[in-house]
């Protein structure tokens, strides 16, 4: 039970080279071990003791499950009987990980009548056994996929391509029993609309191990067309080539995608007649309406000479405000069928922005006065903007518009034109007006939009405002923010980026936030 020779059995006489062997090597009697090597203590290290060792120290590490194997290994050895040239078993020293082991009799010695000695190898196989057991699992893995698959596999011999092995997917998609199959070269099968496909993947493999997303088309089940992304892998097993066809149906897929093409493109044939059709009619109300406001604005002002009684100019006046006000939502929607029609026509140039603010600004004047408003501005004057000045004057008349109409009278509208930290430009309107909610302002940029509450309900207008707002920013390259809180007022802030800013050297650059 130890290194050297305990009793009277002479220990081997080979100890120095036995040390130096890369495997383990014990000599034991039937009860007891009497020599070991390096390589056995270093295997074993059970419990963390390496000498003494005994053989029931060494059966104590034998996976429980595998020791009736030691053991009749073990009795069949020193009785003479039959056994095994090896076994393989499973040790766990200590609370170390499991080790597969392999141990066969190397040499038997001891005359009749004296005590036996074994002389046994021990070798560790359990990188074998691992790698085994993982390419078992991998194979069962790969048999799993290709019987559940939903895609069609097909498995040939190359360079011939008979088949080897089909999934049920293949079976069922093209009405074939297995026998009809197996043995076939995979051009003869009579499915693929193209019967040269299969030669070609094998061409294009020998270049690349693999292919993939190849579209063909096939004739299934009945006769019937469908259209497939076919991949191929080159396999290599025992010397030999395989090639493994993975198809997958995609008829559905195509077919969504076109009905979605077409009902995409006659939305936007739609959408376009639409739009033409409101520009055209637009054009066609504004001609007689603006010949309306000019007999009206004559009969009002009486150029020609008294009317008469008052009431005639009252209904002139009234004629003219409200012809006025059908003008501008006929304007409105002529623009945004414009915009939506892709003929919104733009000059742009570069443009000094703040007589086109103030501009607007004496045009909003008269009406904040009238709803007890105060109007303050605070105009960069130096700055130059690349714009289309009409677009641009639209913007600001729009939003200086809706901040005085849903501002309650003693609130404030204020107009800002200040360059931003970045290099770009903020135009921003501001009010203490009623506000929106986030639910609010969603219904607000939608064109046609109307808040629904009862400062809004008292005021005229097509709802049109944001959105034209929101599509004159985009022509212009500029970003349309707006914030709003009800009961507290609305800012909205058109952003113009630096490379449409000309501004004079030495100027400061205020926060984008303003």
Same mark, same amino acid.
Not at 375 to 379: E, H, N, P
């Given at each position: 039970?130890f290194e050297?020779?305990?009793?009277n059995?002479?220990?081997?006489?080979?100890?120095?080279?036995?040390?130096?062997?890369?495997?383990?090597?014990?000599v034991?009697?039937?009860?007891?071990?009497?020599y070991?090597?390096?390589?056995?203590?270093?295997?074993?290290a059970?419990?963390?003791?390496?000498?003494p060792?005994?053989?029931?120290?060494?059966y104590?590490?034998v996976v429980?499950e595998?020791?009736?194997l030691?053991?009749?290994?073990?009795?069949?050895v020193?009785?003479d009987?039959?056994?095994p040239?090896k076994?393989?078993f499973?040790?766990?020293?200590?609370s170390a990980?499991?080790?597969?082991?392999?141990?066969?009799l190397?040499k038997?010695?001891? %005359?009749q @009548?004296?005590?036996?000695?074994?002389? &046994? /190898?021990?070798? !560790? *196989?359990t990188r074998e056994? =691992?790698a085994?057991? $993982?390419?078992?699992w991998t194979d069962?893995?790969?048999?799993?996929?290709?019987?559940?698959?939903?895609?069609f596999?097909?498995?040939?011999?190359?360079?011939a391509?008979?088949?080897?092995s089909?999934?049920?997917?293949?079976l069922?998609?093209?009405?074939l029993?297995?026998?009809?199959?197996?043995?076939?070269?995979?051009h003869?099968?009579?499915?693929w609309?193209e019967?040269?496909?299969v030669?070609?993947?094998?061409e294009?493999?020998?270049?690349?191990?693999?292919?993939?997303?190849?579209?063909?088309?096939?004739?299934?089940r009945?006769g019937?067309?469908?259209h497939?992304?076919l991949?191929?892998?080159?396999? %290599?097993? @025992?010397g030999?080539e395989y090639?493994? &066809? /993975?198809?997958? !149906? *995609?008829?559905?897929e195509? =077919?969504?995608?076109? $009905?979605?093409?077409?009902?995409?493109?006659?939305?936007?044939?739609?959408?376009?007649?639409?739009?033409?059709?409101?520009?055209?009619?637009?054009?066609e109300?504004?001609?007689?309406?603006?010949?309306?406001?000019?007999f009206?604005?004559?009969l009002?002002?009486?150029i020609?000479?008294?009317?008469?009684?008052?009431?005639?100019?009252?209904?002139?006046?009234?004629?003219?405000?409200?012809?006025?006000?059908?003008?501008?939502?006929?304007n409105?929607?002529?623009?945004?069928?414009k915009?939506?029609a892709?003929?919104?026509?733009?000059?742009?140039r570069?443009?000094?922005?703040q007589?086109?603010?103030?501009?607007?600004l004496s045009?909003i004047?008269?009406?904040?006065?009238?709803?007890?408003?105060v109007?303050?501005?605070?105009?960069d004057?130096?700055m130059e903007?690349?714009?289309?000045?009409?677009?641009?004057k639209q913007?600001?008349?729009?939003?200086?518009?809706?901040?005085?109409?849903?501002t309650?009278?003693?609130?404030?509208?204020?107009?800002?034109?200040?360059?931003?930290?970045?290099?770009g430009?903020?135009l921003c309107?501001q009010?203490?007006?009623?506000?929106?909610?986030?639910?609010?302002?969603?219904?607000?940029k939608?064109?046609?939009?109307?808040?629904?509450?009862?400062?809004?309900?008292?005021q005229?207008g097509?709802?049109?405002?944001?959105?034209?707002?929101?599509s004159?920013?985009?022509?212009?390259?500029?970003?349309?923010?707006?914030?709003?809180t009800?009961?507290?007022?609305t800012?909205?802030?058109i952003m113009?980026?630096?490379?449409?800013?000309?501004?004079?050297?030495?100027?400061?650059?205020?926060?984008?936030?303003?």
């Open positions: 039970m050297e020779q305990p009793r059995i002479s220990a081997p006489s080979s100890h120095d080279i036995l040390n130096d062997l890369l495997v383990a090597v014990i034991c009697t039937e009860q007891e071990i009497v070991y090597n390096q390589s056995f203590k270093d295997f074993t059970i419990g963390g003791k390496q000498v060792l005994s053989l029931e120290d060494l104590k590490s429980p595998d020791l009736a030691v053991e009749t290994f073990r009795k069949k020193f009785s009987g039959q056994f040239d076994i393989e499973r040790i766990q020293p200590s990980e499991i080790k597969w082991c392999k141990l066969s190397n038997l010695d001891g %005359e @009548g004296q005590e036996k000695q074994a002389t &046994l /190898i021990l070798e !560790d *196989i056994k =691992t085994t057991g $993982e390419q078992a069962n893995l790969f048999k799993t996929v290709f019987r559940i698959s939903q895609d596999m097909i498995l040939s011999r190359l360079p391509t008979d088949i080897v089909v999934n049920p997917t293949f069922n998609l093209f009405g029993r297995r026998d009809q199959v197996i043995g076939k070269a995979t003869e099968l009579g499915v609309a019967p040269m496909l030669q070609r993947f094998i294009e493999l020998k270049m690349s191990s693999f292919i993939s997303d190849v579209p063909a088309s096939v004739r299934v009945g019937v067309m469908r497939i992304n991949s191929a892998q080159k396999l %290599e097993q @025992g030999d090639l493994l &066809l /993975i198809g997958r !149906d *995609i008829t559905d195509l =077919t969504q995608a076109q $009905e979605l093409k077409r009902s995409r493109d006659s939305a936007d044939l739609a959408n376009r007649a639409k739009s033409e059709f409101l520009a055209n009619m637009s054009h109300l504004r001609t007689p309406l603006n010949a309306i406001l000019g009206a604005e004559i009002r002002d009486e020609f000479g008294p009317i008469g009684s008052d009431r005639y100019k009252d209904y002139a006046s009234d004629i003219y405000n409200s012809g006025s006000h059908l003008l501008e939502i006929i409105d929607i002529l623009d945004l069928s915009v939506e892709g003929r919104m026509d733009t000059q742009i570069w443009i000094e922005p007589e086109a603010i103030e501009s607007c045009f004047h008269q009406r904040a006065l009238q709803g007890g408003l109007l303050t501005s605070d105009i004057e130096d903007l690349e714009a289309d000045e009409r677009l641009f913007i600001c008349l729009n939003l200086m518009s809706n901040a005085v109409k849903f309650e009278p003693g609130g404030e509208v204020s107009v800002r034109l200040k360059p931003s930290a970045s290099g430009a903020i309107v009010d203490t007006g009623i506000g929106m909610t986030p639910e609010e302002l969603k219904i607000a939608r064109p046609f939009g109307q808040i629904d509450n009862a400062l809004s309900r008292s005229e097509s709802g049109l405002g944001l959105p034209l707002v929101s004159f920013a985009e022509r212009l390259k500029a970003t349309f923010v707006i914030d709003s009800p009961g507290q007022g800012r909205v802030s113009f980026p630096p490379d449409k800013v000309r501004a004079p050297q030495g100027s400061t650059n205020e926060s984008d936030e303003i």
